[in-house]
């Protein structure tokens, strides 16, 4: 497939590009002769790399192509051509998008930048820069989430979401492909925290970038949400599992509150029950359902026995009922509503009941 190794290769992930793929690698081509293309394809149903095979027998020396089984991403797409450009010797590497987002003719800033730098990022926020064809919540979104990415990882760039990058032999060199856990975009900022810890030097070039009028957008409402938990992973890996976690609790243990407060309330209203009495069933309900939601929701990427763990369950939430049922009837025989009594003692158990189970029932894997 690759008769004649250059200095540069153009990686560009691709997914139903038909539509722009045939003139952008021709635009790339014709900028310089010795820039290579390497287009991964995620097995695009639109026939994207159809189209490429056809073109490949117009520049078979300079045109390549891997085909990819499924829609892996465009993450893990760039990571697979940096493997193709440190097998074939390339002395630099680019990465941008298939759609005319990133403009072939602004390549030669990025070669004047290169001798002086490992990274460089063609950058929308710069004061030459220009950004066409974005509503404004796309622009509120793209500053907000570099404002966030610079906050919390603090790499010496304006633009942690662009995908047109340059990158010298230096820095695939240094770069460890196997710790990288991002998908997606996210991608981008994981690369550049590794390689700024590194010590690589980063640049940026002024680029015109124009949203897609071709085709339709890969980014996906998903990855944008997962974005701001991923910067946090990247920083803070332990400390983002805990935020996830305490955030999955939360959800859980809010509904359990619920279904606890819903069912004493229909105990004491409706079926007459004394609410001394009533605590109890409510409780037997609420704590299941807290079982259950932690270890396929909260939890889930722990490992453990059902005997194990609902045997340490126990033990954490018989204790955690006790001081419940304490602090609820402290409280009632205090004169403090019944319902208000039971939120209250609720919210103080709520510590004991995450830090339990997190360190006692749900065993971590040997891996995490």
């Known amino acids: 497939m690759l008769l004649l190794v250059s200095k540069t290769l153009v990686i560009i992930p691709s997914f139903n590009e038909r539509e722009n793929i045939v003139a952008l690698i021709e635009q790339i081509l014709a900028e310089r002769e010795d820039i290579d293309v390497l287009v991964v394809d995620d097995a695009s149903p639109d026939g994207t ?5 056809e073109l490949q027998k117009k520049h078979p020396s300079r045109l390549n192509l891997i085909v990819r089984a499924g ?3 465009r993450g893990s797409a760039v990571l697979r051509g940096f493997q193709f450009a440190m097998e074939h010797d390339y002395d630099q590497v680019f990465e941008m998008d298939a759609d005319f987002s990133h403009k072939p003719s602004e390549l030669h800033l990025f070669f004047a930048k290169i001798p002086h730098h490992d990274v460089i990022v063609g950058s929308r926020y710069l004061p030459e820069s220009e950004i066409h064809h974005w509503g404004w919540r796309r622009t509120i979104f793209s500053k907000f989430a570099n404002m966030y990415a610079r906050f919390i990882l603090g ?18 060199e240094t770069l460890n492909h196997d710790v990288i856990k991002a998908k997606g975009y996210v991608v981008l900022s994981e690369i550049a925290y590794q390689l700024h810890k590194k010590g690589m030097k980063f640049g940026e070039v002024p680029t015109i970038f124009v949203n897609r009028r071709r085709g339709t957008s890969n980014l996906s409402f998903g990855e ?39 069912t004493l309330y229909f105990q004491v209203e409706h079926l007459q029950i004394d609410q001394f009495l009533a605590v109890y069933p ?24 059902w005997f194990h763990q609902i045997a340490k369950f126990l033990m954490v939430y018989g204790v955690g009922i006790g001081l419940n049922i304490t602090i609820y009837t402290l409280l009632t025989s205090l004169g403090v509503y019944y319902l208000a009594s039971n939120l209250i003692a609720i919210a103080l158990v709520a510590f004991w009941n995450y830090a339990l189970l997190h360190w006692f029932v749900f065993q971590r894997k040997l891996s995490q």
Do not use: W
């Open 155 to 172: 790499i010496p760039i304006s633009d942690y979401t662009n995908g047109y990058r340059l990158y010298s032999r230096k820095a695939l």
């Open 282 to 305: 409510s409780k037997i309900i609420a704590i299941t359902f807290v079982f259950l939601s932690n270890k396929f929701f909260t939890f889930q990427e722990h490992t453990g026995s």
């Open 49 to 53: 790399a159809t189209l490429i095979e």
């Open 224 to 262: 944008i949400k997962e974005a701001f938990m991923s910067v946090v992973r990247i920083r803070a890996p332990k400390f983002a599992l805990h935020l996830e976690q305490v955030i999955r609790f939360a959800l859980c243990g809010g509904t359990a509150m619920l279904i606890d407060m819903g």
């Open 71 to 73: 829609k892996g991403g």
